[in-house]
């Protein structure tokens, strides 16, 4: 396997919390920077976070600054976005996705391998 694998988006009210998983191959995870992505309807895919494969060093778009914050498990080849105080505009499919790169990076052209993506709605 090497593409990852998202889980936990789901349907929640304006104000709740979500948490995404994404499962990422020992090879794909341990040599690259890994991020968040989103895509709503007839929007481009734009970057949420990006985490270093060190895990030291992370990157957030401004609408989500303080809200949504992305972590790695190294030990597990796991990473997450803890999504809070969610808006009905983050609504969008989640995607997770290893960069080329081994430090933070927050354009799409920069991630090679991308997951089928998790739907994240917000109610209001």
């Known amino acids: 396997q090497v593409q990852p694998v998202e889980s936990g988006g789901g349907l929640v009210q304006a104000g709740g919390s979500l948490r995404l998983s994404c499962a990422a191959s020992?090879?794909?995870?341990?040599?690259?920077?890994m991020g968040w992505f989103r895509q709503a309807p007839g929007k481009e895919r734009e970057f949420v976070a990006t985490?270093?494969?060190?895990?030291?060093?992370?990157a957030y778009a401004d609408s989500v600054k303080g809200r949504l914050f992305i972590s790695r498990d190294s030990a597990n080849n796991m990473v997450y976005l803890q999504m809070n105080s969610l808006k009905p505009e983050d609504t969008a499919v989640y995607y997770c996705?290893?960069?080329?790169?081994?430090?933070?990076?927050?354009?799409?052209?920069?991630?090679?391998?991308w997951g089928q993506g998790t739907q994240v709605t917000v109610s209001s």
């Open positions: 985490i270093s494969r060190s895990g030291g060093s992370t």
């Open positions: 996705a290893a960069s080329t790169e081994v430090v933070i990076r927050t354009s799409p052209n920069e991630y090679v391998y």
């Open positions: 020992r090879g794909t995870f341990s040599h690259n920077a």
